[in-house]
């Protein structure tokens, strides 16, 4: 079965899809930029701003000449953003740069196919490279790691050359030595260097003092390690390069009151935040099903039943038990509001209420819900998807392949001879072994795919939208860059290659298909491991 978006896809003109992907790659540059959280702004500059203003003036050509109404109509809201902006010249708000995001993202996904060759948004950006400010060979040997993460950096060769680059990279996270160059040197550079960026500090000395942090501490450092692994150094910077999660928080807003759940609609629509109404009650399941909100901003009183009894009915079903529920009412009696709560809300807003204060509450509820999930949803050690989990992502991802009559593919990872790691190097140095290759597949993998943590050193990875041969083709540049690798221990250093069997969606094997994938990995640790294999279906 192939949905109106499909057959939207199939229809358009190649030089339209080549102009939602320039624009989307546009996009991604720029918003690659870190964000000042504190603030939560982000700056364009002027030739920014004009040069996505150009590829979307240049889309709505092309786009009319289409007649597509629903097209043109993402295209112009776009405009209208990037106009407004223009016009008033200054940064750009959290709330906007939500909104800009999600409409952009939008465009792409009615238009690109899967299997369009987009360039990755950068994961530590060119313009903003690593600057390493250590000896030597130490600083020869982590650049021609971290290009294995596709990571670059700029090897800082003495005092002169630091306040140089740094004044040359402003917004480049720095990894020192706090005897660069010489002794306590690392120190007082930064203390003179004032920019916001991460400040890594290194030592290899073997008794560190409680000072000596404090005074990494005192000139805004962000992380002190001694003797660090290149994982632990690239984890260290990876979160002030990556762009938060925007994805806008979803609200379901039950009030029996149309000109009130129209408020609130319209207050949570200008921060970003994509609003569902429901009026009726006894329809809230469906649309909660169907809508699948973060948050439920419910009425207390309307016809029929109380928003207590109606939040009771939805706390009897698992699946919602960790949804925030608030209600927003007129009742000012504390002990029916504490009731209420009790009885399954989360919070109690009383009306009138301002805007102001409706979308900071709803925000707070939302991050912290995001959070929880995250903790349920991930593995504690390498942050990828716990097993439950990842298996959720796959029968999801079959679902949706059989439904649109796409590609999909599925991976079964395994580290070889893991046991010989745990047992030569110990436990730790094993669990960091595992940790590195995690950050390895998210690096390699980012996008659409879906990766976790299968058990022990296991992992697996859904290729949604992907043909058995370029799952193969990726998971062998991986395998090659990750044998590279070099991880350090006590005894020294030493490298770890990895296996994975691989095993595409036929269809009607999605009971069959993590088997299958295993089995592929079995074939390819039987062929002397640091192999890839694809299931072989037997011919009927």
Known sequence: ????????????????????????????????????????????????????????????????????????????????????????????????????????????????????????????????????????????????????????????????????????????????????????????????????????????????????????????????????????????????????????????????????????????????MITHIVTEPLMILDAMEQFEPELILMDMYMPGCTGVELASVIRQQSAYLRLPILFLSGENNKDIQLNAMKLGGDDFLTKPIAPKHLVSTVQTRCERGRVLNDLIIRDSLTGLFNHTHILDKLKQACRYAKEQGEALCFAMVDIDFFKKVNDSYGHTVGDKVISTLSLFLKQRLRGSHSIGRYGGEEFAVVFPGTRESEALFVMNEIREAFNQLEHSSEQGEFKVSFSAGICRFTGNNEENIIEQADEALYAAKHKGRNNIQCFQFKEK
């Not at 670059?152 to 990894?175: G, H, L, M, V, W």
């Open 1 to 272: 079965m192939v949905n109106n978006q499909q057959t939207v896809k199939n229809k358009l003109p190649q030089k339209i899809t080549h102009k939602v992907r320039e624009l989307l790659h546009c996009w991604r540059t720029f918003y690659s930029s870190p964000i000042d959280v504190d603030v939560a702004q982000m700056s364009l500059t002027q030739y920014e701003l004009d040069k996505l203003i150009d590829k979307v003036h240049g889309l709505f050509r092309q786009i009319k000449e289409v007649e597509s109404q629903d097209l043109l109509d993402k295209v112009i809201k776009i405009q209208l953003q990037l106009n407004s902006l223009q016009q008033m010249n200054r940064n750009l708000k959290f709330e906007e740069l939500v909104s800009l995001d999600y409409d952009i993202n939008v465009l792409a996904k009615i238009v690109l196919r899967h299997d369009d060759k987009l360039d990755p948004a950068p994961y530590i950006p060119h313009k903003y490279p690593i600057l390493l400010a250590l000896n030597q060979e130490l600083a020869e040997k982590l650049a021609e790691q971290l290009v294995f993460f596709d990571v670059y950096c700029k090897i800082i060769k003495n005092k002169q050359d630091f306040i140089s680059r740094s004044n040359e990279f402003t917004r480049s996270a720095i990894i020192i030595d706090v005897d660069f160059d010489e002794e306590g040197l690392g120190i007082e550079l930064m203390k003179a260097h004032q920019a916001n960026v991460p400040k890594i500090f290194i030592t290899h000395q073997e008794n560190v003092s409680i000072e000596l942090r404090l005074s990494a501490c005192h000139v805004g450092g962000s992380g002190f390690y001694v003797r660090p692994t290149v994982a632990q150094l690239l984890r260290s910077v990876e979160q002030f390069y990556t762009s938060p999660s925007l994805k806008p928080y979803k609200v379901l807003i039950m009030d029996d009151s149309h000109s009130q759940a129209l408020f609130c609609e319209h207050a949570l629509n200008r921060a970003g």
